[in-house]
Nanobody, 115 residues
Framework: QVQLVESGGGLVQAGGSLRLSCAASGSIFTINRMGWYRQAPGKQRELVAVITSGGNLNYADSVKGRFTVSRDNAKNTVSLQMASLKPEDTAVYYC?????????WGQGTQVTVSS
């Protein structure tokens, strides 16, 4: 069993910054991909940023240049540094991990950006 625990969400004004962190624990053998998705009210869950085991990065176009994903392989953690936040970034952010063909999700952390 794999557990993902997120932290760092909250309320911030437009233009501000937040940092999300996620720690994975449990029976983890190989992490293929780890990163973040988000879901805004009334919308589908969408990819924000992921990083592969080889260090390749994939960002949503809407966050390129503003968000930075990073990973600590030794600690099985992934972080998302968010800058220049916009009201449209408001969503529940979910930590995501893909390992040995299975996908795991965190419980989600709310990010609210006020205008």
């Amino acid at each position: 069993q794999v557990q993902l625990v997120e932290s760092g969400g909250g309320l911030v004004q437009a233009g501000g910054s937040l940092r999300l962190s996620c720690a994975a624990s449990g029976s983890i053998f190989t992490i293929n991909r780890m990163g973040w998705y988000r879901q805004a009210p009334g919308k589908q869950r969408e990819l924000v940023a992921v990083i592969t085991s080889g260090g390749n990065l994939n960002y949503a176009d809407s966050v390129k240049g503003r968000f930075t994903v990073s990973r600590d392989n030794a600690k099985n953690t992934v972080s998302l540094q968010m800058a220049s936040l916009k009201p449209e970034d408001t969503a529940v952010y979910y930590c995501y991990l893909q390992s040995s063909g299975r996908v795991y999700w965190g419980q989600g952390t709310q990010v609210t950006v006020s205008s």
